[in-house]
Nanobody, 128 residues
Framework: QLQLVESGGGLVQPGGSLRLSCAAS????????IAWFRQAPGKEREGVSC???????????HSMKGRFPQFTISRDGAKNTIYLQMNSLKPEDTAVYYC??????????????????WGQGTQVTVSS
């Protein structure tokens, strides 16, 4: 059974940086997609970044529609961990950040209903 555990959230001042981690335990798929989503209070969940792995090729999509140029997604295959590096954070980046995974999805996308597995989320608060 796949489990996703996010960590790395916290309180940061505007302009600061955070690196979120998503540890994927139990993943044995040769091909899969993993995405970062976020949900701010009173707003819909939105996709941020994603990666997909197929046939040994890894594709990184750092920013959905170019909206998050300050975010970078990366992967440590040995640790089965996906990271989201967030720089130049703004108060509007305050949200709960989730990682999600799916075995069949290719290419990765930002539709939350396409992902079967979700982590519990980690809170990011950007405030002075």
């Amino acid at each position: 059974q796949l489990q996703l555990v996010e960590s790395g959230g916290g309180l940061v001042q505007p302009g600061g940086s955070l690196r979120l981690s998503c540890a994927a335990s139990g993943i044995t798929w040769p091909n899969y997609a993993i995405a970062w989503f976020r949900q701010a209070p009173g707003k819909e969940r939105e996709g941020v970044s994603c990666i997909d792995i197929r046939g040994g090729n890894i594709r990184y999509v750092h920013s959905m529609k170019g909206r998050f140029p300050q975010f970078t997604i990366s992967r440590d295959g040995a640790k089965n961990t996906i990271y989201l590096q967030m720089n130049s954070l703004k108060p509007e980046d305050t949200a709960v950040y989730y990682c999600a995974a799916d075995q069949r999805l290719f290419p990765c996308d930002y539709e939350d209903y396409d992902y079967d597995y979700w982590g519990q989320g980690t809170q990011v608060t950007v405030s002075s």
